[in-house]
Structures are given as structure tokens and as C-alpha cells.
């Protein structure tokens, strides 16, 4: 049988998770504890996030963050777009776009179904 084909699977590459904090944490913080994690100033996401761009490699995921990535996104520093559109209509919910009136055209890169429904569609900033 072959191996399912989820979205956590769409990236073979191992990440580094940057986890923002607004407060100092505690000695008992867990945070501290994940593995590949990173604790950055929450007070200074964007700078933080423009010198991890700048270090070896430069590429970034976010993960479940409306508010990072509508930062990231208002501040043009997003190059891709990785979306996952799943079979379900909510009617409402987070968005991670902000809520200004600017255009960002964007192109299509690659589109994957996974097993479960749900698709995986790449986008990179136009030309």
C-alpha cells in the first residue's frame, strides 16, 4: 500500500518553528522544549523575521498565525503562498490576508490533492 498523502507530508525538508512570546517566559516555559524551535521578541516580529530571512537558506514557514502572517504580508515579506483548501465551508473565521485595499498578483505554482480532500496550492508573487 502506498503512503497517504496528507499535507504534512508536502514538505520533505526539516523546519525551524519561530515562536514569537510578548512576555518573559517562566523557567517552566515549554516552549523552550521544542525541538527546531526558536523564541523571537514578539515585540519585534518583523525585524526578527527580516534577519531570519536574512541567514543561510532565508525560507520561512508560518503556520496558524493570522495575525504574523498578515504582518509578513502587509510589510512584502512573503515570496510563496502555501494554501491549504479543505473540503468544508465555514462561513467565517481568521483571515490571514490584511484588510487593505492593495493588489499583490500572484501565480499559480503547483496544485496537489491529498488523500483526505484537502488541496495544496502554491502561489509565488507575479511578475
Known sequence: M??????????????????????????GDRRRAWEGS?????????GA??????REGGGLYVLGSASVSQALIEHDLVDE???????????GGKTIFPSGRSRRPLELVSAEPADTGV????????A
Request: glycine content about 4%; charged content about 25%.
Open 2 to 27: 502506498a503512503p497517504a498523502r496528507t499535507p504534512a507530508a508536502a514538505s520533505p525538508r526539516r523546519l525551524v518553528a519561530p515562536v514569537f512570546r510578548r512576555a518573559e517566559d517562566g523557567p
Open 38 to 46: 526558536e523564541l523571537l521578541p514578539g515585540d519585534d516580529a518583523i
Open 49 to 54: 523575521i527580516r534577519q531570519l530571512r536574512e
Open 81 to 91: 503562498y502555501v494554501l491549504m483548501i479543505e473540503p468544508i465551508l465555514l462561513g
Open 119 to 126: 488541496i495544496m496550492a502554491t502561489y509565488r508573487r507575479a
